[in-house]
């Protein structure tokens, strides 16, 4: 009898395709046929989208991969994960992991090296987290955004309104006017400057004449005698001062003709007399004066 007979052979067979498809199913998840990796364990409490066999990185480069996912249903949010890492990798104290994910949902852990010099053993327990990435920072900002949309449909409405108003147009239109006015200013004032350019060096001549000028008068100023001119100023004004006080008093002639008010009428009545005798002298002038041929006078 046989040994290896069609039931054997299909049975080897069998069990060879089960092994095969096992460590197929290993190596595709990333997962190392023999050991050849140190394991260390993570202390998550929240493992959103990390499973068997996702990658593990250190400073971009991938360093193992996750090998088990456990979650403790006695204490819930207490996830444990064992990751492979290459036996060459070395983790410092304070280690951490961080689960993160690109824009196309994959997910993977960092490692986020420590400071310390101290190195961990293999087997030991490392804390792990959720990476702050841009795709969280987003979410974070949703209800910010949302917050805004309200605001935001006032203001483009406000924008529909200013757009749809005529006055706009016109403005815009009055701006190209503006425009074309500023150009011709500016050109105008362009060709101001080239005459001033030109006829500044004759302008500089003059002022440097009238420079000359004003040091000249400067230098006759300055030979003046003004102490002797100040001297005669003050005697002139001294003897103005003289003379007003003699009119305004009473013992000098001038100051009796202005104040005293007898010799006023005195003068008013000689004058008032000389009048009349002028008068009398015109109408008969024989009284006063006497001619005669023969001397003969009058009685």
Request: glycine share 8%; proline share 3%; charged share 20%.
């Amino acid at each position: 009898m046989k040994f290896f007979t069609k039931e054997v052979q299909i049975g080897l067979t069998a069990v060879v395709a089960i092994v095969v498809l096992f460590f197929g199913m290993q190596f595709l998840k990333g997962l190392s046929l023999f050991s050849n990796s140190n394991s260390y364990i993570v202390s998550f409490d929240d493992v959103s989208g990390m499973s068997a066999s996702s990658p593990v990185y250190a400073n971009g480069f991938k360093v193992g991969v996750v090998e088990n996912v456990t979650y403790n249903y006695d204490r819930p949010g207490d996830i444990t994960a064992v990751i492979g890492l290459n036996k060459e990798m070395r983790l410092p104290r304070g280690t951490r992991a961080e689960i993160a994910s690109d824009l196309l949902g994959n997910v993977q852990v960092q490692l986020k090296l420590g400071k310390e010099p101290v190195m961990l053993s293999v087997g030991d327990t490392l804390y792990g987290g959720m990476e702050k990435g841009t795709l969280s920072k987003a979410a974070d900002m949703l209800p910010q955004i949302q917050q805004m949309l309200p605001k935001l449909d006032s203001i483009l409405a406000s924008v529909n309104a200013l757009l749809a108003d005529p006055t706009l147009s016109r403005s815009l239109h009055n701006i190209e006017g503006i425009t074309a006015n500023l150009t011709t200013t500016t050109n105008e004032l362009h060709s101001l400057s080239a005459s001033l350019n030109r006829q500044v060096p004759g302008i500089m001549a003059k002022a440097d004449g009238t420079l000359e000028n004003t040091n000249a008068l400067t230098k006759n100023l300055s030979e003046l005698d003004l102490a002797g001119t100040m001297n005669r100023v003050n005697a002139t004004l001294s003897n103005v001062e003289q003379m007003t006080a003699s009119l305004n008093s009473k013992d000098g002639t001038l100051g009796l003709l202005m104040r005293d008010p007898g010799l006023y009428r005195n003068l008013n009545a000689t004058m008032s007399h000389a009048d009349s005798l002028m008068i009398d002298l015109k109408q008969h002038p024989k009284r006063y004066v006497h001619f005669s041929v023969f001397g003969r006078k009058d009685k």
